[in-house]
């Protein structure tokens, strides 16, 4: 029997991943949702979010490391890099989350922490590296790269041999033409087309996509 399984923070993403473990249950696959953690000021042990509990913060999965598996439910890449890095700390495995109606072939690699939203479609040699996430009804095409930490918010479309470096953002229903790459923790707007290589750190909005805001290298490290 796997081990119980717990979600970092208890916002929206969270909830979601909830709903994605209650599909897979229905499924007939032996999850045991625990409850979510978060930090005190985000919410109290035993508040109750969608019939489950706040367990606690991270000193009660410092406490309960051995027992648990993790997942986190954090949207936006540098919160949950932040997140993820403070929870490695006390030496939790990850689990990965993948609504059971997704389609992708063998081609497809996951690493640990990997959210899959309803409908996302992913077809041939594709590598998701640890806690990316992808959410609802995200197609991506042959050949693509997401390095840790990358998302994709609803509806967007990643072409064939395209790179999003680590913690790339695609925000709802923006695209990325084939063979371009996404620099790591630049934030592509709403309704983007990416239609050139974006370097690191930027904000793109608009088809084509333009830069309109450039941040300081190791910005999404900063709490
Ligand atoms: C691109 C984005 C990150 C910019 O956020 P921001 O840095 O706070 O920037 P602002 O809101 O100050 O907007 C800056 C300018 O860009 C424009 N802009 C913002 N988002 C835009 C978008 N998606 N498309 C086109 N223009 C956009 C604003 O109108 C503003 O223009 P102005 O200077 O002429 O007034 C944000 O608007 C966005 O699109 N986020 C995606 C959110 C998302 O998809 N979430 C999914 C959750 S599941």
């Not at 009804?137 to 395209?162: K, Q, W, Y």
Request: glycine share 12%.
């Amino acid at each position: 029997m796997s081990k119980p399984i717990v979600i970092l923070g208890a916002g929206g993403l969270a909830r979601e991943v909830q709903y994605i473990f209650d599909a897979l249950r229905e499924t007939g696959e032996d999850i045991r949702l625990l409850g979510f953690i978060v930090d005190a000021e985000y919410g109290q042990p035993g508040t109750i979010v969608n019939d489950l509990p706040i367990l606690g913060d991270l000193s009660w999965l410092a406490a309960n490391a051995e027992k648990v598996q993790a997942i986190c439910g954090v949207g936006e890449s540098h919160l949950r890099y932040q997140f993820v890095k403070r929870a490695e700390e006390t030496g939790v495995a990850f689990t990965n989350a993948i609504h059971p109606n997704c389609t992708f072939s063998r081609y497809v690699t996951f690493g640990k922490g990997v959210v899959l939203a309803a409908g996302c479609n992913l077809t041939s040699q594709i590598a998701l590296a640890d806690h990316v996430h992808l959410n609802l009804a995200t197609t991506i095409g042959h050949d693509v790269v997401m390095e840790p930490f990358s998302t994709t918010a609803p509806g967007a479309h990643i072409s064939g041999n395209v790179t999003m470096q680590t913690g790339a953002y695609l925000g709802t229903g923006a695209a990325v033409i084939p063979k371009k790459t996404v620099g790591a923790w630049s934030i592509v707007g709403a309704g983007a087309v990416v239609t050139k290589d974006l370097p690191a750190n930027v904000t793109a909005v608009g088809a084509p996509a333009k830069v309109i805001k450039t941040r300081a290298a190791g910005w999404h490290a900063l709490r």
